[in-house]
């Protein structure tokens, strides 16, 4: 069992001997120090549950332990005592966290129920953040869809990194996820309770750039009539996701450099530095290594950002995540719309997966979401997806000067590839092309694909 844990800070004597002994009786693990020097060093080795500390001390007083109590134990409670009652004093302690203002002299029976309370409040916080750890824990990464080698060991990486606080740097096409995999880190990190905010670095000119990074301040150019908070300073103690890092000019990148290194920031138009503490999660779908190389990326900046790099491959190289990915979005967007639409057709489905997506997954979302809107059956057949998936799939492929193919040439080709998608199982191929099986059998017997027994396969 763990005992609740009480610092009493008390210069009197008297005073600190009968709130020791009070709360020692209820069964509580008392340290009692006579100053706020003292409370400082101990608070500097141990976290108490709480703290019952008197205001006026020399030194160090009640309220400066107060702050730094609070400063580096946010959770810890604390109760403030004192013979020089105010209404002001107890309004600045109960603005600056304290749990409670206990005007001396105080009642017995009134110490040992506020305290009760204090810990009461405590105990709820550990266990609610307790919970939220063991969910993030149970969850592991909510974001990322994928069973395919290359995501399962990208999700292992995620889980091992995403608790060091380093900053990472994704490299992946446009719509591969990359924002996703940001999320996730977020989300498994220390900062998961604290803001994500989000950043397209290509998307403003350098001007715009700088004032929605780094704020202004009022009259810092024509037009600014308040102060403004930029993007970085509003995530103090989050995590920034800046995409497209490789679009951000040079003389940007010299100023967010600074702001890494020294972990503050100036306002446009400002000569106070303003601490800030974030993780940055950045993300490119150039080759970085190439830009530093020619001049059109700082290597200084690179290795800052590049401390543990993630690469997230297209989806054409995770073929085996399409009909996860696709029936995710079927239950999205049929949710959305209002439809029960409950599958795809085998054929429908082995078009998705043969399917290039040079738009990777956001493509395979647009697709899924326009096949919904179209479909007015339960399931998804080829005629509600694009033209040109078909035509991809299927189109037989002829070199400049050979003549057109004739139409059993065609059909040739286009069973031999139906075959290939259900991996050469001839009553699934003869579902999809709506024939019979011994038909089916026929036209391979014919052009000498079969070893002309019709087995079971």
Known sequence: MKWNSI???DDEPIARENLEHILGKEGYEVTAVDSGVDALKKMANTEFDLVLTDLRMKQVDGMEVLAKTKEQHPD??????TAYATVATAIEAMQKGAYHYIPKPYKIDEV?????RALEKKRLKDELQLLKQDYRRRVGVPFIIGKSRKMQELVEMVNQIAPTDCNVLIFGETGTGKELI?????????RAEERFLAFNCGAFNEELLANELFGHEKDAFTGASTTKIGLLEAADKGTVFLDEIGEMPSSMQVTLLRAIEERSLLRVGSTQPISVDIRIVAATNKDLTKEVQRGGFRKDLFYRLNVVSLHLPPLVERRDDVPLLA???LKRYSEAQDKVIED?????MAILI???YPGNIRELENIVERAVALCN????????LPQELGYYSFKVQRHPGQKLPSLEENECEYILWVLKQVNGNKTRAAEILDIDRVSLWRKLKRWGLTDGSEDES
Not at 183 to 190: D, T, V
Not at 344 to 348: N, V, Y
Not at 377 to 384: C, F, L, N
Request: aromatic share 10%.
């Open 7 to 9: 610092l009493v800070v």
């Open 76 to 81: 810890t409670e604390v109760i403030m005592l």
């Open 112 to 116: 040992r129920l506020i305290v009760k």
């Open 182 to 190: 940001a999320r996730a880190i977020h989300s498994q990190s220390g």
């Open 327 to 329: 029936h995710h979005f």
């Open 344 to 348: 795809f057709s085998d054929e429908a």
């Open 354 to 356: 043969n399917y290039q």
């Open 377 to 384: 059956d339960s399931v998804i057949y080829p005629k509600h």
